[in-house]
């Protein structure tokens, strides 16, 4: 059984920052390339960032440069640090594997105004 537990949203003003949190525990290991993946009302899912067991990364073109994904195999916690943020980001941000299984989490907001 997955479980994936995202935190860290929150309001914030354009050209802010947050950082968000993943903790993944279960059937998910640290050899797993893991992703953040975002959702806008109306939008469908699309994947923000990924990174491999080795630290190995790539990002949407949307955020490149802008936002930054790490991980520590310790705590099996995945992180997306985020810069100079957009009304555009606004949108539920999720961790899931990459490529993504079946069990999402909750989610966390991210609200990014103008």
């Known amino acids: 059984q997955v479980q994936l537990v995202e935190s860290g949203g929150g309001l914030v003003q354009a050209g802010g920052s947050l950082r968000l949190s993943c903790a993944a525990s279960?059937?998910?290991?640290?050899?797993?390339?893991m992703g953040w993946y975002r959702q806008a009302p109306g939008k469908l899912r699309e994947r923000v960032a990924r990174?491999?067991?080795?630290?190995?990364?790539g990002y949407a073109d949307a955020v490149k440069g802008r936002f930054t994904i790490s991980r520590d195999n310790a705590k099996n916690t995945v992180y997306l640090q985020m810069n100079s943020l957009k009304p555009d980001d606004t949108a539920v941000y999720y961790c899931?594997?990459?490529?993504?299984?079946?069990?999402w989490g909750q989610g966390t907001q991210v609200t990014v105004s103008s």
């Open positions: 899931n594997t990459f490529p993504y299984g079946t069990t």
């Open positions: 279960g059937s998910i290991s640290v050899t797993n390339s």
């Open positions: 990174i491999t067991h080795y630290g190995t990364t």
